[in-house]
């Protein structure tokens, strides 16, 4: 048992476990979102129960030449619908070959590759504020469909849907009954 909370006492041994007594009590007063964005400043799960992955919320990229800035703003407003290379390349008025090149130069990454993780990303966010039915958070972020939703999350970040859920929920970090 990493902490333990008996009302007006709580309780935890070690400073892990009060980081991890600390989310909980952020967890309690404030909510999921916001004790999932304090555990990504720390850099810390929040909720533990063994070993793990961290989990650090990807920021938006410092972009050297702003000329992505904009593209990159209009696909996250957008990826739940059907956005290809082809659709990047065409709203940024260059070739899909310029566009990878852009991506690669400024990004360090694929417009494909950069597509998936964005949508991975919002799909665990919905997953973190509650959507239970996986077909529609696979439809929301643009992944299309639950298999290929749990694909990617897990590839992602290690954990099926199901046990990202779990650690990341509003559920989570409840504390144990004893």
């Given amino acids: ?3 333990v909370d008996e009302g ?9 476990a ?12 404030h ?18 129960d063994g070993g793990q992955k961290q989990f650090v919320e990807r920021p938006m990229p410092d972009v050297p030449d702003e000329s992505l800035g904009p ?7 957008r990826l739940g619908e059907p956005l290809t290379v082809a659709d990047l390349a065409a709203r940024a ?10 991506f690669r ?13 964005e949508r991975v990303a919002l799909a665990c966010r919905l997953i973190e504020r509650g959507e239970e039915r996986l077909d529609v958070v696979a439809a929301r972020s643009g992944l299309g469909t639950a298999a290929n939703l749990r694909a990617r999350v897990r590839r992602e970040t290690g954990l099926s849907p199901s046990a990202y ?6 559920a989570a970090g409840e504390p144990l009954q004893t």
């Fill in 31 to 48: 909510g999921a979102d916001v004790t999932n964005a304090v555990s990504r400043r720390l850099v810390f799960a929040a909720h533990r």
């Fill in 18 to 29: 009060a980081l991890d007594l600390c989310l909980h009590v952020v967890r309690r007063d």
């Fill in 93 to 102: 008025a260059v070739s899909s070959a310029t566009l990878h090149r852009r």
């Fill in 105 to 117: 130069t400024q990004l360090g990454t694929t417009p494909l590759a950069w597509l998936t993780g």
């Fill in 1 to 3: 048992m990493l902490f």
């Fill in 165 to 170: 859920r779990q650690r990341f929920g509003p």
């Fill in 8 to 16: 007006d006492i709580l309780t935890a041994a070690g400073s892990a």
């Fill in 71 to 77: 593209l990159l703003a209009w696909a996250q407003e």
